[in-house]
Protein backbone atom coordinates (compact mmCIF):
# COMPACT_ATOMS: atom_id res chain seq x y z
CA UNK A 1 0.00 0.00 0.00
CA UNK A 2 1.60 3.42 -1.06
CA UNK A 3 2.14 5.91 1.72
CA UNK A 4 -1.66 7.15 2.41
CA UNK A 5 -2.62 11.04 3.17
CA UNK A 6 -4.12 11.54 6.70
CA UNK A 7 -7.70 11.55 4.95
CA UNK A 8 -7.30 8.68 2.78
CA UNK A 9 -6.58 6.98 6.35
CA UNK A 10 -9.36 7.96 7.82
CA UNK A 11 -11.52 6.90 5.03
CA UNK A 12 -9.79 3.37 4.44
CA UNK A 13 -10.42 2.97 7.98
CA UNK A 14 -13.68 3.65 8.45
CA UNK A 15 -14.21 1.63 5.20
CA UNK A 16 -12.49 -1.59 6.43
CA UNK A 17 -14.45 -1.33 10.02
CA UNK A 18 -17.79 -1.38 7.95
CA UNK A 19 -16.92 -4.19 6.13
CA UNK A 20 -16.20 -6.65 9.01
CA UNK A 21 -20.05 -6.96 8.73
CA UNK A 22 -20.79 -6.60 5.72
CA UNK A 23 -18.64 -9.93 4.65
CA UNK A 24 -20.55 -11.88 8.07
CA UNK A 25 -24.04 -10.55 6.47
CA UNK A 26 -22.95 -11.67 3.17
CA UNK A 27 -22.11 -15.21 4.63
CA UNK A 28 -25.93 -15.46 6.24
CA UNK A 29 -27.42 -13.76 3.02
CA UNK A 30 -30.71 -16.18 3.38
CA UNK A 31 -31.21 -14.84 6.95
CA UNK A 32 -31.09 -10.47 6.14
CA UNK A 33 -34.48 -8.85 6.18
CA UNK A 34 -34.79 -6.81 2.91
CA UNK A 35 -37.60 -3.95 2.13
CA UNK A 36 -38.53 -2.42 -1.12
CA UNK A 37 -37.60 1.37 -1.49
CA UNK A 38 -39.14 1.28 -5.49
CA UNK A 39 -39.00 -0.52 -8.16
CA UNK A 40 -36.41 -2.57 -8.50
CA UNK A 41 -34.75 -1.07 -5.65
CA UNK A 42 -33.86 -2.48 -2.25
CA UNK A 43 -32.84 -1.70 0.97
CA UNK A 44 -30.97 -4.69 4.12
CA UNK A 45 -30.50 -4.15 7.67
CA UNK A 46 -26.82 -4.39 6.45
CA UNK A 47 -27.01 -1.26 4.10
CA UNK A 48 -28.18 0.48 6.81
CA UNK A 49 -25.67 -0.55 9.63
CA UNK A 50 -23.06 0.72 7.27
CA UNK A 51 -23.70 3.47 6.78
CA UNK A 52 -23.90 4.10 10.59
CA UNK A 53 -20.59 2.92 11.24
CA UNK A 54 -19.31 4.80 8.30
CA UNK A 55 -20.90 7.85 9.80
CA UNK A 56 -19.52 7.52 12.89
CA UNK A 57 -16.46 6.96 12.76
CA UNK A 58 -16.07 9.92 9.37
CA UNK A 59 -17.45 11.92 12.01
CA UNK A 60 -15.25 10.95 15.00
CA UNK A 61 -12.32 11.86 12.75
CA UNK A 62 -13.79 14.78 11.00
CA UNK A 63 -16.34 16.49 13.34
CA UNK A 64 -17.39 19.03 11.07
CA UNK A 65 -17.59 17.55 7.36
CA UNK A 66 -21.57 17.11 6.05
CA UNK A 67 -22.83 14.00 4.25
CA UNK A 68 -24.75 13.05 1.22
CA UNK A 69 -26.05 9.51 2.42
CA UNK A 70 -28.01 6.38 0.36
CA UNK A 71 -30.12 6.15 3.21
CA UNK A 72 -29.94 8.32 5.75
CA UNK A 73 -30.21 11.72 2.90
CA UNK A 74 -28.49 15.41 3.67
CA UNK A 75 -26.67 15.77 6.44
CA UNK A 76 -25.44 19.52 6.81
CA UNK A 77 -21.98 20.01 8.89
CA UNK A 78 -20.89 23.04 10.26
CA UNK A 79 -18.07 23.17 7.75
CA UNK A 80 -20.02 24.35 4.28
CA UNK A 81 -17.29 22.92 1.97
CA UNK A 82 -16.71 19.76 2.76
CA UNK A 83 -19.16 16.46 2.66
CA UNK A 84 -18.92 12.81 2.55
CA UNK A 85 -21.09 10.91 -0.10
CA UNK A 86 -21.57 7.80 0.84
CA UNK A 87 -23.00 4.52 -0.78
CA UNK A 88 -22.91 1.68 1.91
CA UNK A 89 -23.83 -1.25 -0.13
CA UNK A 90 -23.65 -0.31 -3.92
CA UNK A 91 -25.07 -3.65 -5.59
CA UNK A 92 -27.80 -4.30 -3.18
CA UNK A 93 -29.15 -6.47 -5.47
CA UNK A 94 -26.05 -8.52 -6.09
CA UNK A 95 -25.62 -8.51 -2.10
CA UNK A 96 -29.45 -9.73 -1.71
CA UNK A 97 -28.88 -12.57 -4.28
CA UNK A 98 -25.20 -14.19 -3.57
CA UNK A 99 -23.70 -12.27 -6.30
CA UNK A 100 -20.26 -11.44 -4.74
CA UNK A 101 -19.93 -8.03 -6.84
CA UNK A 102 -21.13 -5.32 -4.59
CA UNK A 103 -19.00 -2.53 -2.88
CA UNK A 104 -19.04 0.44 -0.28
CA UNK A 105 -18.14 3.55 -1.67
CA UNK A 106 -16.78 6.74 0.33
CA UNK A 107 -16.74 9.82 -1.74
CA UNK A 108 -15.25 13.25 -0.07
CA UNK A 109 -16.37 16.62 -2.16
CA UNK A 110 -14.48 20.12 -1.18
CA UNK A 111 -16.78 22.58 -3.02
CA UNK A 112 -18.18 20.64 -5.74
CA UNK A 113 -15.10 18.67 -6.90
CA UNK A 114 -14.54 15.42 -5.28
CA UNK A 115 -11.17 15.14 -3.74
CA UNK A 116 -10.93 11.73 -2.42
CA UNK A 117 -12.60 8.11 -2.91
CA UNK A 118 -12.53 5.13 -1.64
CA UNK A 119 -14.38 1.58 -2.71
CA UNK A 120 -13.71 -1.67 -1.96
CA UNK A 121 -15.47 -5.15 -2.26
CA UNK A 122 -15.21 -6.90 0.92
CA UNK A 123 -15.32 -10.36 -0.96
CA UNK A 124 -12.96 -10.00 -3.20
CA UNK A 125 -10.83 -7.79 -0.85
CA UNK A 126 -10.12 -5.47 -3.81
CA UNK A 127 -9.22 -1.61 -1.70
CA UNK A 128 -9.54 0.94 -4.28
CA UNK A 129 -8.38 4.47 -3.28
CA UNK A 130 -7.43 7.94 -4.94
CA UNK A 131 -6.71 11.39 -3.88
CA UNK A 132 -7.03 14.67 -6.04
CA UNK A 133 -2.97 14.85 -7.73
CA UNK A 134 -1.77 11.83 -5.75
CA UNK A 135 -3.36 8.87 -8.54
CA UNK A 136 -5.30 6.02 -8.17
CA UNK A 137 -4.61 2.98 -6.94
CA UNK A 138 -6.30 -0.85 -6.15
CA UNK A 139 -4.61 -2.14 -3.28
CA UNK A 140 -0.89 -1.34 -3.76
CA UNK A 141 -0.85 -1.01 -7.54
CA UNK A 142 -1.12 2.39 -9.45
CA UNK A 143 -3.56 2.30 -11.70
CA UNK A 144 -3.93 3.51 -15.43
CA UNK A 145 -7.75 3.48 -17.52
CA UNK A 146 -7.05 1.68 -20.58
CA UNK A 147 -5.19 2.51 -23.90
CA UNK A 148 -7.60 1.48 -26.53
CA UNK A 149 -8.65 4.23 -29.07
CA UNK A 150 -11.50 2.25 -31.29
CA UNK A 151 -15.11 2.28 -29.98
CA UNK A 152 -15.13 -1.51 -31.83
CA UNK A 153 -12.87 -2.88 -29.60
CA UNK A 154 -13.48 -1.05 -26.50
CA UNK A 155 -15.97 -2.84 -23.53
CA UNK A 156 -18.44 -0.70 -21.90
CA UNK A 157 -20.47 -1.23 -18.56
CA UNK A 158 -23.37 0.51 -18.30
CA UNK A 159 -26.91 0.10 -15.34
CA UNK A 160 -30.21 0.85 -15.43
CA UNK A 161 -31.94 3.54 -13.45
CA UNK A 162 -35.74 3.06 -12.53
CA UNK A 163 -35.78 5.79 -10.08
CA UNK A 164 -37.82 8.79 -10.37
CA UNK A 165 -34.11 9.97 -12.18
CA UNK A 166 -33.99 7.41 -14.69
CA UNK A 167 -35.25 6.98 -18.46
CA UNK A 168 -35.55 4.05 -19.29
CA UNK A 169 -37.15 4.02 -22.95
CA UNK A 170 -33.92 6.48 -23.63
CA UNK A 171 -31.11 3.81 -21.82
CA UNK A 172 -32.93 0.98 -24.15
CA UNK A 173 -31.90 3.26 -27.32
CA UNK A 174 -28.35 4.01 -25.87
CA UNK A 175 -27.82 0.54 -25.15
CA UNK A 176 -28.98 -0.47 -28.49
CA UNK A 177 -26.80 2.19 -30.09
CA UNK A 178 -23.64 1.57 -28.44
CA UNK A 179 -24.07 -2.55 -28.41
CA UNK A 180 -23.54 -1.75 -32.40
CA UNK A 181 -20.41 -0.22 -32.43
CA UNK A 182 -18.48 -1.95 -29.62
CA UNK A 183 -16.67 -4.86 -28.34
CA UNK A 184 -19.74 -5.48 -25.77
CA UNK A 185 -21.35 -3.86 -22.93
CA UNK A 186 -21.71 -5.09 -19.21
CA UNK A 187 -24.47 -4.63 -16.85
CA UNK A 188 -22.94 -5.77 -13.60
CA UNK A 189 -25.23 -3.96 -10.89
CA UNK A 190 -22.60 -1.85 -9.24
CA UNK A 191 -22.11 1.48 -10.69
CA UNK A 192 -19.20 2.38 -8.04
CA UNK A 193 -17.32 -0.89 -9.17
CA UNK A 194 -18.34 -0.21 -12.77
CA UNK A 195 -16.11 3.09 -12.57
CA UNK A 196 -13.57 1.14 -10.73
CA UNK A 197 -12.97 -0.95 -13.54
CA UNK A 198 -12.65 1.99 -15.76
CA UNK A 199 -9.84 3.45 -13.44
CA UNK A 200 -8.17 0.04 -13.45
CA UNK A 201 -8.32 -0.36 -17.39
CA UNK A 202 -10.69 -3.57 -17.33
CA UNK A 203 -13.29 -1.52 -19.37
CA UNK A 204 -12.52 1.46 -21.84
CA UNK A 205 -15.89 3.55 -20.82
CA UNK A 206 -19.19 3.07 -18.44
CA UNK A 207 -22.55 5.55 -18.99
CA UNK A 208 -25.90 6.00 -16.51
CA UNK A 209 -28.34 7.91 -16.87
CA UNK A 210 -29.73 9.87 -13.43
CA UNK A 211 -27.09 8.15 -10.93
CA UNK A 212 -26.68 9.49 -7.31
CA UNK A 213 -24.20 11.32 -6.05
CA UNK A 214 -23.49 8.35 -3.72
CA UNK A 215 -22.96 6.17 -6.74
CA UNK A 216 -20.59 8.13 -8.43
CA UNK A 217 -18.14 9.94 -6.27
CA UNK A 218 -15.46 8.33 -5.18
CA UNK A 219 -15.62 6.89 -8.60
CA UNK A 220 -14.91 9.86 -10.44
CA UNK A 221 -11.99 10.76 -8.71
CA UNK A 222 -10.31 7.85 -8.95
CA UNK A 223 -10.91 7.39 -13.08
CA UNK A 224 -9.69 11.05 -13.00
CA UNK A 225 -6.66 10.25 -10.95
CA UNK A 226 -5.97 6.78 -13.69
CA UNK A 227 -6.22 9.32 -16.13
CA UNK A 228 -9.33 9.21 -17.78
CA UNK A 229 -12.33 11.93 -18.15
CA UNK A 230 -15.54 11.87 -16.44
CA UNK A 231 -18.28 14.12 -17.62
CA UNK A 232 -21.89 14.60 -17.23
CA UNK A 233 -24.19 13.48 -20.60
CA UNK A 234 -24.50 16.71 -21.98
CA UNK A 235 -20.77 16.82 -21.95
CA UNK A 236 -20.30 19.30 -18.92
CA UNK A 237 -19.12 19.02 -15.52
CA UNK A 238 -22.60 18.59 -13.38
CA UNK A 239 -20.94 15.07 -12.76
CA UNK A 240 -22.44 15.01 -8.99
CA UNK A 241 -26.01 16.14 -10.07
CA UNK A 242 -29.07 13.85 -11.79
CA UNK A 243 -27.96 14.74 -15.52
CA UNK A 244 -25.72 11.20 -15.82
CA UNK A 245 -22.75 10.06 -15.90
CA UNK A 246 -19.64 9.61 -19.01
CA UNK A 247 -16.75 8.07 -18.04
CA UNK A 248 -13.71 6.87 -20.45
CA UNK A 249 -10.32 6.80 -21.14
CA UNK A 250 -8.70 10.23 -23.23
CA UNK A 251 -9.51 8.50 -26.42
CA UNK A 252 -12.36 6.87 -26.15
CA UNK A 253 -15.06 9.23 -23.71
CA UNK A 254 -15.52 11.78 -26.46
CA UNK A 255 -16.31 9.05 -28.70
CA UNK A 256 -18.97 7.26 -26.46
CA UNK A 257 -20.17 11.03 -25.78
CA UNK A 258 -20.87 11.78 -29.32
CA UNK A 259 -22.80 8.27 -29.66
CA UNK A 260 -24.78 8.73 -26.77
CA UNK A 261 -25.62 12.38 -27.91
CA UNK A 262 -26.78 10.96 -31.14
CA UNK A 263 -29.41 8.77 -29.27
CA UNK A 264 -33.02 9.97 -29.11
CA UNK A 265 -35.82 7.60 -27.20
C1 LIG B 1 -27.49 0.76 -7.97
C2 LIG B 1 -26.27 0.21 -8.69
C3 LIG B 1 -26.61 -0.12 -10.13
C4 LIG B 1 -27.18 1.07 -10.86
C5 LIG B 1 -28.40 1.63 -10.13
C6 LIG B 1 -28.01 1.97 -8.69
P1 LIG B 1 -27.67 0.29 -5.28
O1 LIG B 1 -27.17 1.14 -6.63
O2 LIG B 1 -25.22 1.14 -8.67
O3 LIG B 1 -25.47 -0.54 -10.84
O4 LIG B 1 -27.57 0.65 -12.17
O5 LIG B 1 -28.85 2.78 -10.82
O6 LIG B 1 -29.14 2.47 -8.00
O7 LIG B 1 -29.14 0.45 -5.24
O8 LIG B 1 -27.25 -1.10 -5.48
O9 LIG B 1 -26.94 1.00 -4.18
CA1 LIG C 1 -25.82 2.69 -5.30
Known amino acids: MPVLSATLNV ?16 NEVEQLQVSRKGAADFVTQSDVATEKVLREE ?21 DAEHRWHIDPIDGTTNFIHGVPHFCISVGLERAG ?24 FLNERRLRVSGRRDMAESLFATGLNLGPTGNPPLFYAQYEA ?45 VREA ?16 AGIVAGNQEIHPQLLRALKAVKA
Open 178 to 222: ITKVSAGIRRFGSAALDLAYVAAGRYEGFWEIGLNSWDTAAGIVL
Open 227 to 242: GGQVSDLGGGGDVLGH
Open 11 to 26: MVGAVRKAARQVRRDF
Open 113 to 136: TVIAGVIYNPVTDELYHAERGKGA
Open 58 to 78: LTKARPDFGFVLEEGGIVAGK
